[in-house]
């Protein structure tokens, strides 16, 4: 029996035909100031910045090392945040199954699965989540805003630069990640229950947890 080959709406091709183009015109004029191959090695440290795996393998680590009660909400909310992601985006990559750009190089770091695909950015819908998360959630001196914002604008111009998304991905992948972001909201959890749950899973005995 054969696969019937699911094919988008014409005005939806043409919306993807120009982001191509569109992608293509800005990895030219990003590379006539900076040839991308001198550029590569900052581009991929970028890349595992924001990387699903190193993410959740640090805040399980950090959330068992420092048992520090003031921070259990934070560690908590985190990895929920960053598991609700890697679901959504391997979920929306599964179904969207837009191929990456031409010009990608098969040299990803740990790429598994739905990573394959191109739309949405999973770099940056969790640079998108976690910049909300320390902005409006849980929130870090202003003087951090700065940072957070320029190294999510630099992570999504390297996904672009590196020729592992094109324009339109990038930006669905922020968008995703705001929305996460807002649904985190109603899932956050409160401190009680996050020192709950720890004190269930570990043997650390917080005051608040019982």
Not at 55 to 74: C, E, G, K, M, Y
Not at 115 to 121: K, T
Not at 140 to 159: D, K, M, Q
Request: overall charge neutral.
């Amino acid at each position: 029996m054969t696969e019937i080959k699911r094919r988008p709406p014409d005005f939806i091709k043409k919306i993807l035909v120009f982001d191509e183009h569109l992608s293509k015109k800005f990895v030219l004029w990003g590379n006539s100031f900076a040839p991308l191959h001198s550029l590569r090695v900052h581009y991929k440290a970028l890349e595992i910045t924001c990387h699903g795996i190193p993410w959740l393998a640090f805040w399980i680590a950090f959330t068992w090392l420092f048992d520090n009660s003031h921070l259990v909400q934070l560690q908590v909310n985190m990895l929920l945040a960053l598991v609700l992601d890697i679901l959504i985006i391997a979920i929306a990559k599964a179904y969207f199954r837009r191929k990456r750009p031409q010009g990608n190089k098969n040299d990803a770091f740990a790429e598994i699965g739905p990573d394959h695909f191109s739309f949405p950015s999973g770099h940056c819908s969790r640079a998108a989540l976690v910049t909300f998360i320390f902005i409006v959630l849980w929130p870090l001196p202003v003087i951090f805003y700065p940072s957070l914002f320029a190294w999510t604008v630099a992570l999504a111009l390297s996904r672009v630069l590196m020729e592992r998304h094109h324009i339109l991905d990038v930006l669905g992948g922020i968008i995703f990640g705001i929305l996460e972001g807002l649904l985190l909201c109603l899932l956050w959890i409160p401190q009680d229950t996050a020192l709950w749950l720890i004190n269930y899973v570990s043997n650390e005995k917080y005051d608040g947890g019982e």
